[in-house]
């Protein structure tokens, strides 16, 4: 298990657990977030620290330091 910011671009996973507080936490689940859904890392942005997801059919973007609160597993 590792990280999501910590995932090889164009590497699929599977969430495993959500973490962080709160609204933040809630977010996510909101967006899609939910173990067990595979995703894939699209891209990988160094200027802001952003990462680019593809979950359900969306892209999304998360700051590094968001990422760090999923743990995924590979493929």
Aim: charged share 30%.
């Amino acid at each position: 298990m590792i990280r999501l910011d910590e995932l090889l671009l164009g590497s699929c996973a599977r969430l495993v657990h959500v973490g962080g507080e709160g609204a933040f936490r809630r977010r996510l689940l909101e967006l899609g977030f939910l173990p067990g859904t595979p995703l894939r890392l699209v891209r990988r942005m160094d200027v802001g620290g952003v990462l680019e997801v593809e979950l359900r059919g969306v892209r999304l973007s998360l700051r590094r330091s968001e990422a760090r609160e999923l743990a995924v597993e590979d493929l």
